[in-house]
């Protein structure tokens, strides 16, 4: 699979995506069921990406033999073919009007199409490597485009003035700083192909993000480089957001933890540094699981590997604000083995933490004693949560419980004054890496490293279960022969 799209959920009786793949099909999910609704076919090679219109009736597809298709997405009928690119066609997007779209291609260009006559309106050039990704501006007067050639393009895709359309040419570029008699380069802008290009909402940015693992921050008014992030592929180990949503926070595995700051809905965005400013360094330790309590004023780690100064595996406790470690003397001291999880209850008082001990702890946050151990699994617990219904305004009727799932392939759900199991799930036939509670505490699902979903009925009441069970299970037919030795009667036919 190669690219997907989600239909507009507000137009649409039936929630949906749609799904591009190398074997030129295009696939419609139902995202209620998970069912296959049907498959379109109609391309000669991979499919790269797709789009839906605004109204949801129709899709468009990107191709690598070189057309885009607008589809009937009620009869899976090709409603156009789109022809005019010379290579593959890596991207596409919708013009909020719906009747027009823009299309990237290998071949350098990008396209403005008529999507009632399929005629191209118009060809965009400046790039000088294949054009990988593209977007499109709210208001539809812009779009942004990354290439191969490691650039970005924001170009005016409303103007008839001559060919010139492009607004900004975003590229990379060696500035010097002098250090002493010596110039040194900086380098700003991408250095490798750029995958993926997008406006952020209200404000007068863009983000791109390429091979040479830095996400750019570009300012539309000039065309400015502002911010990069680097993304390195094996440091992260952990992520939290804020619970206002402004806020991401990074683990990373040589202790230091990392702030990010979001979209907050206002004009710009404020990044602190050039890759998130340094909360906390508790190095050499590593940080295997963060949580924001519920204000965001604290902050709770889970640390991978124990020092000299910190015989077994705490956890710590810090200021958003300032930084500062604010763990209370001799505190959370139970872990042997590293932190895996760690989870705040809803009213800020207490936290669960799960290790590669097997353990599961309820923590007091404001002394770091110790209130509660959950034993019962036999290897590392992965994922610890709280139930919905530990949340005092929540109307749950399973109450406030402890579920928690590791690498013995089961799934407990614990009481939490008792520490004992109430519930125990065997059917993964590997470790258990995520939890999570349907609305009404009904049921829970569950992910597993053999790839597989898996929903439970949470039932504590023996009757309620049996009696589902009743209605649910499934009676094959007897052979003759297990009648004969059952004592059974054999029907005449």
């Known amino acids: 699979m190669e690219g997907v799209a989600f239909s507009p959920d507000d137009r649409l009786a039936l929630r949906l995506a749609l799904s591009g793949s190398a074997d030129g ?5 139902d995202l209620e069921t998970g069912d296959i609704i049907r498959r379109f076919t109609g391309h000669s090679a991979g499919v790269h990406n797709v789009a839906f219109l605004p109204d949801g009736k129709y899709a468009l597809s990107a191709s690598a033999d070189g057309t885009l298709i607008l589809w009937d997405m009620s009869s899976g009928e090709i409603v156009k073919r789109l ?8 991207d596409v997007a919708a013009h909020p009007d719906g009747q027009r779209a823009i299309s990237a291609s290998a071949d350098g260009t990008l396209c403005r199409w008529d999507l009632a006559t399929g005629q191209t309106l118009r060809v965009f050039t400046g790039h000088e490597g294949a054009v990988l990704s593209l977007d499109i501006s709210a208001d539809g007067k812009q779009a942004i485009s990354g290439s191969a050639d490691h650039s970005v393009i924001l170009w005016d895709i409303e103007t008839d003035d001559g060919d010139r359309y492009v607004v900004h040419h975003m590229r990379g570029h060696d500035t010097y700083i002098r250090e002493g008699v010596v110039q040194i380069p900086e380098i700003t802008g991408h250095q490798g192909p750029v995958y993926d290009v997008t406006f952020i909402p209200f404000s007068q940015a863009a983000m791109s993000v390429s091979e040479d693992r830095f996400a750019i921050l570009w300012d539309l008014e000039t065309g400015a480089f502002v911010r990069e992030y680097q993304m390195p592929r094996m440091d992260l180990y952990s ?10 926070v990074l683990g990373t595995l040589n202790g230091r933890v990392l702030l ?8 710009e965005l404020e990044f602190l540094g050039h890759e998130g400013r340094v909360l906390v360094d508790i190095a050499p330790q590593a940080v295997r699981s963060v949580a924001f309590s519920p204000t965001a004023h604290r902050l709770l780690l889970g640390l991978a590997k124990g ?5 077994d595996y705490r956890l710590r406790l810090v200021d958003t604000e300032t930084g500062a470690d604010i763990t209370p003397p001799d505190a959370f001291a139970g872990h042997t083995e590293a932190v895996q999880d760690v ?13 590669l001990d097997g353990q599961i702890i309820l923590w007091d946050i404001e002394r770091g004693h110790e209130i509660q151990r959950f034993v019962g699994h036999t290897g590392t617990v992965y994922r610890v949560i709280f139930s919905p219904g530990c949340d005092p305004a929540a109307d749950d009727p399973l109450g406030c419980k402890v579920l928690s799932g590791g690498a013995d392939n089961t799934i407990i759900l614990w009481d939490i004054e008792s520490g004992q199991i109430l519930r125990r799930y065997r059917g993964h036939s590997s470790s258990v890496f995520g939890l999570a509670f349907t609305p009404g505490s009904r049921t829970i699902l569950s992910t597993a490293a053999e790839d597989t979903v898996c929903e439970w009925r949470v039932d504590l009441d023996n009757d309620a279960l049996t009696a589902w069970a009743k209605v649910n299970r499934y009676v094959p037919d007897l052979t003759d022969q297990q009648r004969t030795q059952y004592h059974m009667e054999i029907p005449k036919e």
Do not use: K, Q
């Open 25 to 29: 099909s295009l696939i419609p999910w």
């Open 83 to 90: 022809t005019g690119h010379t290579d593959e066609v890596w």
């Open 239 to 248: 992520i939290a957001s804020m619970p206002n949503g402004r806020l991401d």
């Open 343 to 355: 989870a705040w209850h809803p009213e800020g008082h207490t936290a669960l933490s799960s290790g």
């Open 260 to 267: 990010l700051t979001r979209y907050d809905g206002a004009t």
């Open 307 to 311: 020092a000299s100064a910190m015989p």
